[in-house]
């Protein structure tokens, strides 16, 4: 059974930063996926973040987030992490870590997601 939990969220004030981490468990070929980030803010449908391919070297982002989020995998700990900066208001959310896979440069996400971890941006 393919398990992915998130922990990492919190409050923060703008311009702030957080880390975002997904383990993953159940899963005996980490590193034959690629993984992704999702958000969901209050009232809106849930959106792409940002995404790493299986290798790790091609990784994509929103525009929203370019050159302030950063995604990476450890392959040896199973895990995602999203690290965060410059956070501002827009960017409350629940974030979810899910794995998916890259058909040329487009992330597409399979069925398994985490449960999800708040991040509230706020002074």
């Known amino acids: 059974q393919v398990q992915l939990v998130e922990s990492g969220g919190g409050l923060v004030q703008p311009g702030g930063s957080l880390t975002l981490s997904c383990s993953v468990s159940?899963?005996?070929?980490?590193?034959?996926?690629?993984w992704g980030w999702y958000r969901q803010a209050p009232g809106k449908e849930r959106e792409f973040v940002a995404a790493v391919s299986d290798n790790g070297d091609y990784k994509v982002a929103t525009n929203s987030v370019k050159g302030r989020f950063t995604i990476s995998r450890d392959v040896a700990k199973k895990m995602v992490v999203l690290q965060m900066k410059s956070l501002k208001p827009e960017d409350t959310a629940v974030y979810y870590c899910n794995r998916g896979q890259f058909r040329s440069i487009t992330y597409y996400p399979d069925d398994y997601w985490g449960s999800g971890t708040l991040v509230t941006v706020s002074s």
């Open positions: 159940g899963l005996s070929f980490f590193s034959a996926y690629a």
